[in-house]
Nanobody, 116 residues
Framework: QVQLVESGGGLVQPGGSLRLSCTAS????????MGWYQQTPGNQRDLVAV???????NYADSVKGRFTISRNDAENALYLQMNNLKPEDTGRYYC??????????WGQGTQVTVSS
């Protein structure tokens, strides 16, 4: 079974930056599109950024111009560079395939808190 581990979250002030990392066992990153998801209390996980096998990317309107998703399949890793952070970016961030499947379970996520 593929296991996902997210890291890099923390407490930052508005306007600050974070770089989230995701590592996976197996070869899930080789042939699948991958995404970063944000979850806030009481809400579902919402896709904020996705990267295809080709390297093409798409972003939620709320993060366009501020976040950059990237992948390094040789390292089996997924990254999210988060710049100019805003309070509404606060939440727990998860990585997973896009679309998610029953073959890969969700990890623990990493908490991002943006507060002055």
């Amino acid at each position: 079974q593929v296991q996902l581990v997210e890291s890099g979250g923390g407490l930052v002030q508005p306007g600050g930056s974070l770089r989230l990392s995701c590592t996976a066992s197996g070869s899930a990153f080789s042939t699948n599109a991958m995404g970063w998801y944000q979850q806030t209390p009481g809400n579902q996980r919402d896709l904020v950024a996705v990267i295809a096998n080709s390297g093409s990317t798409n972003y939620a309107d709320s993060v366009k111009g501020r976040f950059t998703i990237s992948r390094n399949d040789a390292e089996n890793a997924l990254y999210l560079q988060m710049n100019n952070l805003k309070p509404e970016d606060t939440g727990r961030y998860y990585c997973n395939n896009w679309p998610p499947t029953v073959y890969v379970s969700w990890g623990q996520g990493t908490q991002v808190t943006v507060s002055s």
